[in-house]
T-cell receptor
Framework: DAGVTQSPTHLIKTRGQHVTLRCSPI?????VSWYQQVLGQGPQFIFQ???????GRGNFPDRFSARQFPNYSSELNVNALLLGDSALYLC????????????FGDGTRLSIL | QKEVEQNSGPLSVPEGAIASLNCTYS??????FFWYRQYSGKSPELIMS????GDKEDGRFTAQLNKASQYVSLLIRDSQPSDSATYLC???????????FGSGTQLTVLP
């Protein structure tokens, strides 16, 4: 069975631009979460979506937004990119919200020039 | 105080030894606890989950949870060079809506 898939794998943008990252969960998983990981730190929670509704939001500015589609795939959007947005963006899926383990995709490495 | 704290390491153990990784958390209402392994340049891989006090064993891995002490640990028996990675402790808080990660412990297993 396919795991969590993310696209693109790498992306280079300049300051002020906008980016859209995509994620397809494991088949049967209805919850998708997004994380940002900078070098040397653990992943930081950005959003959780379950059944197409936002169920949790981390401490990130409004430039960050996301949505979940009827097929449970998800997009993360970041506007007005800053140098500090350079990071590995991780998507994780789980069967539902709550205590179920989350499984990560390979991530999208975003570099801002 | 950080919500989830881990010793950053690096931790070095010889091949065949037991590696012990520790994690403390601040939210007393936390419900579930996870250990992830992350190889350099890769994404986190789930290796253990634990929900109740005590020990949980899976192959060479044992997770230990003590909610009263707000402490969770991971033991790796018969450590192998392929176990060399960063180990991330993650805690699902009271609302169980997000995972909070520690900064990870870098483990090196020496041949």
């Amino acid at each position: 069975d396919a795991g969590v898939t993310q696209s693109p794998t790498h992306l280079i943008k300049t300051r002020g631009q906008h980016v859209t990252l995509r994620c397809s969960p494991i088949s049967g998983h209805k919850s998708v979460s997004w994380y940002q990981q900078v070098l040397g730190q653990g992943p930081q929670f950005i959003f959780q979506y379950y059944e197409k509704e936002e169920r949790g939001r981390g401490n990130f500015p409004d430039r960050f937004s996301a949505r979940q589609f009827p097929n449970y795939s998800s997009e993360l959007n970041v506007n007005a990119l800053l140098l500090g947005d350079s990071a590995l963006y991780l998507c994780a899926s789980s069967l539902g919200q709550g205590d179920q383990p989350q499984h990560f995709g390979d991530g999208t490495r975003l570099s801002i020039l | 105080q950080k919500e989830v704290e881990q010793n950053s390491g690096p931790l070095s153990v010889p091949e065949g030894a037991i590696a012990s990784l520790n994690c403390t958390y601040s939210d007393r209402g936390s419900q579930s606890f996870f250990w992830y392994r992350q190889y350099s340049g890769k994404s986190p891989e789930l290796i253990m989950s634990i929900y109740s006090n005590g020990d949980k064993e899976d192959g060479r891995f044992t997770a230990q949870l003590n909610k009263a002490s707000q402490y969770v640990s991971l033991l790796i028996r018969d450590s192998q060079p392929s176990d060399s990675a960063t180990y991330l402790c993650a805690v699902n808080g009271r609302a169980a809506r997000q995972l909070t990660f520690g900064s990870g412990t870098q483990l090196t297993v020496l041949p």
